[in-house]
Structures are given as C-alpha cells and as structure tokens.
C-alpha cells in the first residue's frame, strides 16, 4: 500500500506541464497567491513574484521590480514589454513543456500572455473579480482582464456566481472555466472567547465603501452595541468615535491575530463582494461571524456557520444584537462553524489538486 501511495505521489508530480507560477501585484491578494504557491508544492513550480511582495512566499525563484505611479508604470511597462521575452526563454530552455499560471491580476500578465502565445506556451489565469467593484470602477483594468481572459487557455474562477457573470457576457469562455474556491488563510489566531453579553465585534480588511463599514459604524448608535474595532488601511476620513475604535493602518500577521483572538465576533458588511479573503481566515480561526448575504460569500460558507445578514445598517444591527442577546445561537455557530471548517480543508485539498491536474495536462 504504501508503495503504491508513493508510486501515485510521483506520477502526479512527473506528468504533466511544468508550472511557471508569476504573481506580479504589489499588494492585492499576495497573501492569496502566496498560498497558493504553498499548497503547489508538491509539484515545485518555478516561483516569480513582484519584489514587494516576495517576503510573503516561502521560496522565490526570481523577483522583479514592477511600478509605483501612472509615469513608472509608462516607463516599466514599456521596457518590460522587451525584457518579457528573455524571462520566459529562461525558463523554456529549462523545460520544454511549460506553462504559466497567473493566481492573480497584473497589467503585466497580458504582456507575459502575448508573448507566451508567441512561444507556444498555454496560459492559465485566475479571476478574482469579473466587475471591479462598486465605488472603485475602472474600465481599463476591466478591457485588460477580458483581454486576458480571450488569450487564456484556461480560466479559474474563484466561485460559480463570478464564472456565471463571465459566461452571460461570453458563453464562449464556457468549455475553459473552472472553479476553485479561495483557500483557507492561515489566522494563527486561537479563538477561544465565549458568549458575552457585551460582545466586541471586528471589521478587518482593506477600508473601501463597497465593504460596508459604514453599515457598522451606523449601528453603533443602538445602545446595547459598544464594542466595534475597523482595522484595516484605507479610507482616510474615518476617525475613532464613541463605541468605534478605527485602526487605519495595513496590519501585520500578528496584529491580525491579536485582533481575532480579543473579539468575538467577525463583521463582513459587504455592500458587493465576489468572494472573501478575510472570511476564510474567520473560517480558520473558528471565530463567529456576521456576512452579507451575497452569492459569492455564500458559496464560501454553510448557512449554518454563520449569521448571515442583508447589507443594510438595521439588519446588521439585527444581526448583531441576536447574537449578543442569545448565548445558544453564539455558541451554535461556533460549533458549526469548526466542522464546516474541516469538511472545507478537505474537499478544497482535493479539487485544488484535481484543478492542477488538469491544467498541466493542457
């Protein structure tokens, strides 16, 4: 049995395209693809990331420095345009039977794909967010995405509602979509707060109007609600106010840890979401949490593992005075929510390596 197991372990490992793995945000969703690249381990892919964000990755192949600004990014794009070609040659005359995964977006991606079409190598690109978001439209990034997307040899969607809006706008897109669920991000948090009647609630994440903090800040007018914490870099305007603590700065690993295990309930007020790196880390800490109910949240996580909640500041505050007011209805989530996460942490291991398996197989 045990030969056999191995026997299978290094047919998966040997068959199949050589990744070429390049994640080129400076920021956005590094954490993201830095966890991917970890779970892709077993199939040692080369690893080419931005230099901001290469501390992020347990191993880097190579790193490159990318832009800052609207006239770096003229200059850069411009000169890597002809760099592009010697980087993908590198690691071509290292294997013939390449190809390349992009687990995030990047302007850059689209000059990798061109020329890697050139050079006959497939092309593989996640999509996190078909639209960008409310509040932050930007139809460059959207023709550039689309743009990708018409190159690619497969797409991978991060859940069925994104793939669906893809699909209804290009039915073409349909016979090379796939879709693999974010990944657990490790918390390293330990949440172990029981009910309280005065309960402290957090919002973590990136401080943008579409993430519905505002929602949060309005039902800190109830006045059995006096605990709220928004941490999280962004909106400047916001400021610290009676009953809400603002912690307008980009967190450290262990500050976001800290944060989990002081509170006991996760806020995810979305307005629009396509998906969520911040509730699967609530996922992997276990700690209770309130959500939007949106169809991509709602396909990262059972009905029964969390308060669900519609976008507006009186059904949150509903929400959020349920669960203080009922210790039974606190404690059931969190119970639900420990075994929802060990069914996701296995399924998602299975389709991830069923997903690689058929990309090298292109």
Not at 254 to 280: M, R
């Amino acid at each position: 049995m045990i030969v056999s197991t191995f026997a299978k372990t290094e047919c998966l490992i040997t068959q199949g395209r050589k990744i070429l793995f390049i994640s080129l945000s400076r920021k956005g969703s590094t954490d993201y693809a830095a966890e991917i690249a970890r779970q892709m381990s077993y199939v040692d892919p080369w690893i080419v990331c931005s230099t901001e964000s290469s501390a992020s990755f347990d191993v880097v192949d190579k790193s490159i420095e990318t832009y800052s600004g609207i006239f770096s990014f003229l200059i850069q794009s411009f000169l890597f345009f002809f760099r592009c070609p010697a980087l993908i040659d590198s690691y071509k005359s290292k294997s013939d039977h390449l190809i390349i995964y992009f687990p995030v977006f990047h302007p850059w991606n689209l000059i990798i794909s061109i020329w890697a079409g050139i050079k006959d190598i497939p092309v593989v690109t996640t999509i996190h967010d078909y639209h960008t978001h409310v509040g932050e439209k930007n139809r460059i990034i959207e023709l550039l995405q689309k743009r990708q997307m018409d190159i690619s040899d497969k797409i991978i969607f991060l859940t069925e509602s994104e793939k669906n809006k893809a699909l209804s706008y290009h039915p073409k897109y349909q016979k090379k979509s796939l879709v693999l669920l974010h990944p657990l991000l490790d918390s390293h948090a330990n949440h172990t707060l029981g009910h309280s009647p005065d309960l402290k609630f957090l919002f973590l994440g990136r401080l943008k109007a579409y993430k519905g903090y505002q929602l949060l800040i309005n039902a800190a007018n109830h006045g059995s609600i006096q605990h709220i914490t928004i941490a999280g870099s962004g909106d400047t305007s916001i400021s610290s106010i009676d009953k809400v603590s603002v912690i307008n700065t980009h967190l450290s690993n262990s500050e976001i840890t800290h944060l989990i295990e002081t509170h006991h309930v996760l806020v995810l007020p979305y307005i629009d979401a396509s998906q969520s790196g911040v509730l699967t880390l609530g996922i992997d800490a276990c700690i209770p949490m309130i959500i939007s109910q949106l169809p991509g949240l709602q396909e990262q996580i059972s009905e029964s593992a969390c308060a669900w909640t519609e976008p507006s500041t009186n059904a949150l505050r509903d929400a959020m005075l349920r669960l203080q007011d009922d210790a039974e209805y606190y404690q059931s989530i969190k119970i639900n929510l420990t075994n929802y996460k060990e069914e996701f942490q296995s399924k998602w291991e299975f389709d991830f390596r069923e997903t690689i398996r058929i990309i090298r197989a292109i």
